[in-house]
């Protein structure tokens, strides 16, 4: 599967790409967590460049949490 050329991906793939479980994407979707659209018939469409920024935020925000926790003993 070549996930990397795909605009859009679906949530089975999404899951298989991060290596969670589909009901994780899913989760993501339903929290705002995951930009995501319904396409009809097809069920959720994500993108795979915002499925990356998401991604590369939530990196960013868990490591300055963890230099703020570090910084303060």
Do not use: C, F
């Not at 999404?14 to 899913?26: C, D, N, P, W």
């Not at 469409?45 to 868990?62: A, P, V």
Request: glycine letters at 2%; aromatic letters at 10%.
């Amino acid at each position: 599967m070549e996930i990397e050329r795909k605009r859009w991906i679906m949530p089975k793939e999404a899951a298989e790409y991060l290596s969670v479980y589909v009901k994780t994407i899913y989760r993501m979707i339903y929290i705002q967590n995951l930009p995501a659209v319904r396409i009809k018939r097809a069920g959720w469409g994500i993108d795979r460049k915002k499925l990356n920024d998401t991604l590369e935020r939530e990196m960013e925000e868990n490591e300055r949490r963890w230099k703020k926790i570090h910084n303060w003993r």
